[in-house]
């Protein structure tokens, strides 16, 4: 268990519809990685908040949309949603004592119908 | 562009066996390269990690052997054991303030018994 928690673990929803992933870091850390997870795409970095801050931004489309709260915890929103869209979802954390290390939530796998 | 590449795609090997995979990046600003291991259902969890300083890193079965000039590393698993099975990425970060990864497309390791 890595300390990072995701909800929901699945979500199943429509095209065009817009839906919110939720990540609650490691007690501590301050930075939340999000990255998206596809059999053609890989593993691929889509956004990085530093305590409530944005820090770094990836290939994260203009439909998504991430923030990080006063109390760290971070939330993906995915709006108008395509099939492609499907994925898992990943949220990373990683702390002032070993940023260089993240730890990876169990994700959240997306399907668009 | 994919800027960290990695192979093979899969990779079977024996029980005791020994199991390498490899990995080749472009961009010479990266500096922390860490293998991730990611078993079904689950994250990616951090495995080991090398920084360009160092040629060979060893914790336990596994090592990684870079080659700064070949602008390549690689993953040893001596004794590889069934319970090794898993996908097994490697990844890249520039210095700077945000540690994004930008991982290779990962390698399935199956180990037969």
Same mark, same amino acid.
């Given at each position: 268990?890595?300390?990072?928690?995701?909800?929901?673990?699945? #979500?199943?929803? +429509?095209?065009?519809?817009?839906?919110?992933? @939720?990540?609650?870091?490691?007690?501590?850390?301050?930075?939340?990685?999000?990255?998206?997870?596809?059999?053609?795409?890989? #593993?691929?970095?889509?956004?990085?908040?530093?305590?409530?801050?944005? @820090?770094?931004?990836?290939?994260?489309?203009?439909?998504?949309?991430?923030?990080?709260?006063?109390?760290? %915890?971070?939330?993906?929103?995915?709006?108008?949603?395509?099939?492609?869209?499907?994925?898992?979802?990943?949220?990373?954390?990683?702390?002032?004592?070993?940023?260089?290390?993240?730890?990876?939530?169990?994700?959240?796998?997306?399907?668009?119908? | 562009?994919?800027?960290?590449?990695?192979?093979?795609?899969?990779?079977?090997?024996?029980?005791?066996?020994?199991?390498?995979?490899?990995?080749?990046?472009?961009?010479?600003?990266?500096?922390?390269?860490?293998?991730?291991?990611?078993?079904?259902?689950?994250?990616?969890?951090?495995?080991?990690?090398?920084?360009?300083?160092?040629?060979?890193?060893?914790? $336990?079965?596994?090592?990684?052997?870079?080659?700064?000039? +070949?602008?390549?590393?690689?993953? %040893?698993?001596?004794?590889?054991?069934?319970?090794?099975?898993?996908?097994?990425?490697?990844?890249?970060?520039? $210095?700077?303030?945000?540690?994004?990864?930008?991982?290779?497309?990962?390698?399935?390791?199956?180990?037969?018994?």
């Amino acid at each position: 268990d890595s300390g990072v928690t995701q909800t929901p673990k699945h #979500l199943i929803t +429509a095209t065009g519809q817009r839906v919110t992933l @939720r990540c609650s870091p490691r007690s501590g850390d301050l930075s939340v990685y999000w990255y998206q997870q596809s059999l053609d795409q890989g #593993l691929q970095f889509l956004i990085q908040y530093y305590n409530g801050e944005e @820090r770094a931004k990836g290939n994260i489309l203009e439909r998504f949309s991430a923030q990080q709260f006063p109390d760290l %915890h971070s939330e993906l929103n995915l709006s108008s949603l395509e099939l492609g869209d499907s994925a898992l979802y990943f949220c990373a954390s990683s702390g002032r004592g070993s940023p260089d290390t993240q730890y990876f939530g169990p994700g959240t796998r997306l399907t668009v119908l | 562009q994919q800027q960290v590449k990695q192979s093979p795609q899969s990779l079977i090997v024996q029980k005791g066996g020994i199991s390498i995979i490899n990995c080749a990046y472009e961009n010479t600003a990266f500096d922390y390269f860490p293998w991730y291991q990611q078993f079904p259902g689950k994250g990616p969890a951090l495995l080991i990690a090398i920084r360009p300083d160092v040629s060979e890193k060893k914790e $336990g079965r596994f090592t990684i052997s870079f080659n700064k000039s +070949a602008k390549q590393f690689s993953l %040893h698993i001596m004794d590889s054991q069934p319970g090794d099975s898993a996908t097994y990425f490697c990844a890249a970060r520039r $210095g700077g303030s945000n540690y994004k990864l930008t991982f290779g497309k990962g390698t399935l390791l199956t180990v037969n018994p």
